[in-house]
């Protein structure tokens, strides 16, 4: 089944070190949102954003899959929508690391909804944005 939202992104950076950014609560408080993430399948835990007038900022997850340092996966409800996030790591060479979201699950009415899939694909890329900087920040730019 293909996926509703699928970004990728290559790092310069060891599969070790984008793993543990994605496993790490205060890491992922960096690049996502403040959250209670513990890496244990069955974890119940809640990314906290920033409320507006549409959202009330809470997304609601529960872990599901962990396969250390290659696959991540957790559900993801929010605004009534509960999908599952899957991360994949994937060695490219050494200290190049392929990291893939892939997002499935969106009700019929949120894909045919104008831009509600593009906006979500803008978020994670946003996100993904945000991981390549706490990675330089904390490594280096391109250290391994």
């Not at 997304?59 to 929010?78: M, Q």
């Not at 994949?88 to 831009?115: A, D, I, P, R």
């Amino acid at each position: 089944m293909k996926p509703d939202v699928s970004v990728k992104q290559q790092f310069p950076f060891s599969i070790d070190k984008v793993w543990a950014s994605l496993i790490r609560s205060e890491t992922l408080e960096k690049w996502i949102w403040p959250n209670d993430f513990k890496p244990v399948i069955g974890h119940d835990f809640q990314f906290r954003g920033e409320p507006n007038e549409w959202w009330d900022g809470i997304v609601n997850c529960k872990v599901l899959e962990i396969s250390e340092p290659h696959k991540l996966s957790y559900t993801w409800h929010s605004a009534g929508e509960e999908t599952t996030v899957v991360w994949t790591l994937e060695k490219v060479e050494e200290n190049q690391t392929l990291l893939t979201l892939n997002q499935s699950g969106f009700s019929e009415e949120t894909k045919n909804t104008k831009g509600a899939i593009e906006g979500a694909i803008y978020s994670w890329k946003a996100f993904c944005m945000n991981l390549d900087n706490v990675l330089n920040e904390r490594y280096g730019e391109g250290h391994g």
